[in-house]
């Protein structure tokens, strides 16, 4: 299958694009500029380039593909309302350029956009009300193209995708840590962060592109819920810094425009995605990784 790829050389896109050559597939990775070139022709993929903002670049991967994952999103956490826009106007896109083929659309999205405080799963909606909101539009737009001849599905992450390398909303967590010379946590830190190590990410994008069903929602989680209070414990003890508590209202001035996703209680379920896809998770988990991996060199 020849497969367009944007965000393709991303922490998770580089990782989805090695699982798609290892399955043998072909992939054409959506390229903004030299160095993202370099990088896909680097690892046996071809090059499109292009951007989010550029529609017709989007519209054009997308007519010569096979199969279109959409990974690629403006992290501007300043902007979420803005992101949201051009990552609506991207999902459109390529969707309309894929009506009526039954091609594979599979595109990310986060479990942040899930009610706080429960255990989610795929059939829950998204919530309006949520810090992840301006991903809803672009959700709902996926899957109502299944009823548009697309074999669309949704992927939703948990906010801690993570490696050996340091990386993610953790990796700026340790760095947080180390500029205030302590390691915090909110209130209690009994508030949950699902994970899933990227490896096992890739390998759900994959087989979402070759067997989801149309109009299909599912969870790219390997972990249903890491306290919070952990992450901050490991990351105090390797820093050799103290681990103290701060309430919500000192957040925002700690940990910046992550304050608001560091206090999110957003535990999520994936076996429904597990029971679909036959995805089962292999890899090391989030707490391990941190302590063997590479999240405190200097």
């Keep these: ?144 193209m299944a009823r548009r001849g697309v074999r669309s599905s949704v992927v939703r992450l948990a906010p801690s995708v993570h490696d050996v390398e340091k990386t993610g909303f953790v990796g700026t967590l340790i760095d947080i840590a180390r500029k205030n010379r302590f390691s915090a946590y909110i209130d209690d830190g009994k508030n949950r962060w699902p994970a899933v190590h990227r490896l096992d990410a890739a390998h759900l994008f994959c087989l979402a592109l070759e067997k989801a069903s149309g109009g299909t929602v599912l969870h790219g989680v390997a972990e249903e819920g890491v306290r919070f209070r952990d992450i901050a414990d490991v990351i105090g003890r390797h820093l050799k810094l103290p681990v103290i508590s701060i309430n919500r209202e000192e957040a925002g001035a700690h940990f910046g425009w992550l304050g608001a996703i560091v206090s999110a209680d957003n535990p999520a379920s994936s076996a429904l995605t597990q029971e679909r896809l036959e995805w089962h998770p292999v890899h090391p988990g989030l707490i391990s990784n941190l302590e063997h991996g590479s999240y405190f060199d200097s």
Excluded: Q, W
């Excluded at 998770?12 to 390229?31: D, T």
């Excluded at 803005?82 to 599979?106: H, M, Q």
């Excluded at 405080?117 to 709902?140: I, M």
């Design 1 to 144: 299958m020849r497969v367009f790829v944007t965000g393709a050389t991303g922490f998770i896109g580089s990782a989805v694009i090695g699982e798609l050559l290892n399955s043998g597939h072909e992939v054409v990775g959506l390229a903004r500029s030299d160095k993202a070139a370099m990088a896909l022709t680097a690892v046996g993929a071809h090059v499109h380039r292009g951007s989010l903002e550029n529609l017709e670049s989007l519209r054009s991967g997308a007519c010569e593909a096979d199969g279109v994952i959409h990974l690629a999103y403006v992290h501007d956490f300043t902007d979420y309302v803005g992101a949201g826009v051009v990552d609506l106007r991207a999902v459109e896109t390529i969707g309309t350029a894929l009506e009526g083929s039954n091609k594979p659309f599979v595109v990310a999205s986060g479990t942040l956009v899930l009610t706080p405080g429960r255990l989610g799963t795929e059939e829950d909606a998204p919530d309006l009300g949520t810090l992840a909101a301006p991903r809803a539009a672009s959700e709902r737009a996926a899957v109502e």
